[in-house]
């Protein structure tokens, strides 16, 4: 890692999510100040990934490795950084999980809004007492970084989890996806009706960043 400048790192936040980037960004930026971190729309790359894998895992690397290698001829020293996201219910058996983004049945060429997936999942535990949830964020890395002759390549991933319920009704309008629906038992409120920095504080996706951010600063040999 000789001679490795902060300024020299790309981190690149692989997803179109507008959302998550709010999200992600800040954590991102606390790994040092002089790091930059992009969105892929700060880019201005255009790339829409498939999420074609049945594990968080699989999808949350199908992104990094997308991004990585559309940007590696641009950025000598690059990172990039994907989550994938799933609700697991369990009075659904651990439905929709790996599926949330496309939980409530649309007509073909169709994709459901957030606000469909919510109604669907309303109605389908509509007589559903079991109403415990987990939210869990696997995070994908991959870089290239100097090592100490040659470029040093990782790939790995991480995760959080945040345990709640699944409300009867939606309350709060902050957030997105599920969050009006998702109570979370140690702040006894919805995420929606949480700032995001108060969302930060303990959700799945900004622990499974901040486990991602203690990577990178072990990876890159930078003190917290
Ligand atoms: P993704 O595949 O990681 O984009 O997440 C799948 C789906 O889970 C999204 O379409 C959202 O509906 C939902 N989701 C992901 N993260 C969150 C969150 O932090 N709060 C609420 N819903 C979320």
Known sequence: MKGLKND?????IATNNRDKVTEIKPLL????????????????VDIEIEETEETLEGNAKLKTDAVFNHLSDRFPCLITVADDTGLA???????PGVYSARFAPMPE?????????????????ENIAD??????????????????????????TVEGFVEGEITREKTGNKGFGYDP????????????QMSTD???????????????????????????
């Open 8 to 12: 020299e790192i790309t981190i690149v």
């Open 29 to 44: 930026e606390n790994i040092a100040p002089d790091i930059s971190v992009h969105s892929l729309a700060d880019l201005q």
């Open 89 to 95: 219910v369990s009075g659904l058996n651990g439905a």
């Open 109 to 125: 060429g169709k994709s459901p809004t957030y606000d469909d997936n919510v109604r669907h999942l309303l109605r389908t535990m």
């Open 131 to 156: 109403r415990k949830a987990t939210f869990r964020t696997v995070i994908a890395l991959k870089g290239r970084i100097p090592g100490d002759s040659s470029p040093y390549m990782f790939e790995t």
């Open 181 to 192: 629906v998702f109570w979370v038992n140690s702040a006894q409120a919805t995420f929606a």
């Open 198 to 224: 108060e969302k930060n504080r303990l959700s799945h996706r900004s622990l499974a960043v901040k486990k991602a951010v203690e990577e990178l600063r072990r990876l890159l040999i930078l003190k917290p």
